[in-house]
């Protein structure tokens, strides 16, 4: 029956001893995609605008899951080493067109 409803998608590894171990091939990638673009039909942002969403929505997600030391806070020197990255970054992206 899953294999009916996944197709190629779905794969079976069988283990001595053990119920057999389910996995799907390149089912993360379609599940992204499927995401991707039903927000690119969903709203009217161009596709440098959904790229830059993206990212940021990831970034966001990324410093959620940090582990932060509240003894240890940055110098104003690595703040501002992060924020040249980005604003150079960013002028590259819009130097271009993205």
């Not at 197709?7 to 053990?18: K, L, Q, W």
């Not at 091939?25 to 993206?54: L, P, T, W």
């Not at 410093?63 to 003894?71: A, S």
Request: net charge negative; proline share 2%.
């Amino acid at each position: 029956m899953l294999k009916e409803h996944y197709g190629d998608c779905i794969y079976f590894t069988p283990r001595a001893g053990s119920d057999d171990v389910i996995g799907f091939k390149n089912y993360c990638e379609r599940i992204v995609r499927k995401k991707f673009d039903d927000d690119r039909n969903a709203c009217g942002a161009s596709e440098a605008e959904r790229v830059v969403q993206q990212a940021a929505a990831l970034i966001l997600t990324d410093i959620r899951e940090q582990q932060y030391d509240r003894e240890f806070y940055p110098t104003a020197d690595e703040v501002a080493e992060v924020l040249g990255i980005f604003c150079h970054l960013y002028y590259i992206c819009s130097w271009n067109g993205w």
